[in-house]
C-alpha cells in the first residue's frame, strides 16, 4: 500500500520544494494526502502549491498555509513577512490565475483534521521550518498522536559546525520535533547536497518531454535560475525524505540522538548529535545517480 504523507513545504523560497512536490504526488509508493505552507507569506505559497497541482490535473488535495514567521524571528526583529530575496518563481502565479484570490485554513487544522479522517497512520514530512509539524503535534489528542506513523525531515547537520536553514528558520520548533518521541528521520544539509543537477541538465531532461508537469518545472526553474546564487542548478535537497518514505535502504542512515543548540550567540540553530542511540535516523549517505532517475522518472511518468 502507498505510504499516506502530509507534505509541510516552504516551496517558493528554493526550487527543490516544486521537484518534491510533483515527486510526492506522482510516485506510486506515496500518497498524497494534505499540502501544508511555512515560513513566510504562507497564503502566497499555499496559491504556488494550489497552480501546481492544479496543472497536474489535481483539484481535491487540501491545502493549508501555515506559521510566516516563528516567535523567535519576531523577537529578533525579523518581522517582514516576504522579503525581497524571496525566489522569483513564485511570480508563475499571475494575478489571472483561479488561484490569486484564494485564501486557505490554518495549516494545523489541515494536518490535525488528516489525521483525524484516517484509518491508516499517516507520515508527516517536512522540508522547511518545522513550525507547524511542532505547532501541529503539540496541539494532537493521544488518538491522533497515535496515527502519525513517522515524521521525515529536511533538516540539520551534525557533522559540522553549520546552522542548516530549514532549523535556523525556526530552531525551537525543530528541537522539539527531533526530541518529541517520534521516529523522526533527517536528511541532512551534506547528504541531500548530493543531489544537485545543471540547468543545462534540467533543460535536456524537462525540455524534450512536453507533459504538463515538466513544462511547468522546467518554466519555474528557469524563473528560479538567475536567483540561485553558487549553484550550478537545482540542488534537490528535499527529496531524501520522500526517497527515504518510499524505501528506507535508498538511504543509509544511523540512530542518533539530535538536539538544537538554542542559546548561543554564535551557534544557534546548529544540530548537535547527543550521546547514545536515540529516536532519530540520521542520513549518512545515498546512490545519487540512482535516486536522480528516479526522481526525473516518475516526474515524467516513466516509472
Excluded at 118 to 139: F, K, M, R, Y
Excluded at 177 to 189: Q, R
Excluded at 252 to 257: A, C, D, G, L
Amino acid at each position: 500500500m502507498p505510504v499516506p504523507i502530509v507534505l509541510d513545504t516552504d516551496i517558493g523560497d528554493d526550487i527543490d520544494d516544486m521537484y518534491a512536490l510533483y515527486l510526492a504526488l506522482l510516485h506510486p509508493e506515496l500518497e498524497l494526502r494534505a499540502v501544508t505552507t511555512a515560513h513566510r507569506s504562507s497564503q502566497r505559497k499555499a496559491r504556488f502549491v494550489a497552480k501546481a497541482l492544479r496543472i497536474a490535473g489535481v483539484a481535491d488535495i487540501p491545502i493549508g498555509a501555515g506559521i510566516d514567521l516563528s516567535v523567535s524571528r519576531q523577537v529578533l526583529g525579523q518581522t517582514d513577512p516576504d522579503p525581497g530575496e524571496m525566489g522569483s518563481h513564485l511570480q508563475w502565479v499571475a494575478d489571472t490565475d483561479p488561484e490569486a484570490s484564494r485564501v486557505f485554513p490554518r495549516a494545523t487544522n489541515v494536518i490535525l483534521e488528516q489525521l483525524d479522517r484516517t484509518e491508516e497512520p499517516i507520515s508527516l514530512v517536512c522540508i522547511g521550518a518545522c513550525s507547524n509539524l511542532a505547532d501541529a503535534i503539540s496541539q494532537a489528542t493521544p488518538e491522533q498522536r497515535s496515527k502519525i506513523r513517522s515524521v521525515a525531515l529536511m533538516s540539520g547537520e551534525p557533522t559540522r559546525p553549520i546552522a542548516e536553514y530549514n532549523v535556523v528558520c525556526d530552531p525551537e520548533a525543530a528541537d522539539y520535533v527531533y526530541s518529541c518521541g517520534l521516529p523522526v528521520f533527517m536528511g541532512t544539509y551534506d547528504v541531500t547536497r548530493q543531489l544537485a543537477l545543471t540547468m543545462d541538465e534540467v533543460e535536456r531532461r524537462l525540455g524534450p518531454a512536453g507533459s504538463a508537469v515538466a513544462n511547468a518545472l522546467l518554466e519555474c526553474t528557469r524563473l528560479w535560475g538567475p536567483h540561485r546564487g553558487r549553484k550550478s542548478g537545482p540542488v534537490l535537497y528535499d527529496l531524501v525524505p520522500l526517497f527515504w518514505l518510499i524505501d528506507p535502504l535508498l538511504v543509509e542512515t544511523r540512530q542518533s540522538t539530535i538536539r538544537v543548540e538554542l542559546r548561543g550567540n554564535l551557534t544557534r540553530g546548529m544540530t548537535i548529535r547527543t550521546s547514545g542511540e536515540g529516536h532519530v535516523l540520521e542520513s549518512t549517505g545515498l546512490d545519487c545517480l540512482a535516486l536522480t532517475e528516479m526522481a526525473f522518472a516518475t516526474i515524467l511518468g516513466e516509472l
